[in-house]
């Protein structure tokens, strides 16, 4: 099992920016996806974005342009680069590892963590 710790959320103004960090701990084996989701009041968790083992990067459109994925893989660590932020981006931000380990053939997902979530919350 992976621990997935969230940090960096806070409260900023419309047009504002912060960057999300989520470190990992424990038995970071094979590779993995490496996603950011959010959930707002009264609505389901949504995607945002995510990096993959290969470093390929998508983005929700909702956020694209304005948040940037990045991991540091020494440091096991994700970022959420957050600019120009809008009041419809206040939500809790979690991440999320899906560990794939290859068989020799192809990959298979041998596991899925979750963080705790980051609170962000944007003012008008």
């Known amino acids: 099992q992976v621990h997935l710790v969230e940090s960096g959320g806070g409260s900023v103004q419309a047009g504002g920016s912060l960057r999300l960090s989520c470190a990992a701990s424990?038995?970071?084996?094979?590779?993995?996806?490496m996603y950011w989701y959010r959930q707002a009041p009264g609505k389901e968790r949504e995607f945002v974005s995510v990096?993959?083992?290969?470093?390929?990067?998508s983005y929700a459109d909702s956020v694209k342009g304005r948040f940037t994925i990045s991991q540091d893989n020494a440091k096991n660590t994700l970022y959420l680069q957050m600019n120009s932020l809008k009041p419809e981006d206040t939500a809790m931000y979690y991440c999320?590892?899906?560990?794939?380990?290859?068989?020799?053939?192809?990959?298979?997902?041998?596991?899925?963590?979750w963080g705790q979530g980051t609170q962000v919350t944007v003012s008008s």
């Open positions: 424990g038995h970071t084996f094979c590779v993995a996806d």
């Open positions: 999320k590892r899906t560990t794939k380990c290859h068989s020799g053939v192809q990959y298979y997902e041998v596991g899925t963590d």
């Open positions: 990096i993959d083992s290969d470093g390929g990067t």
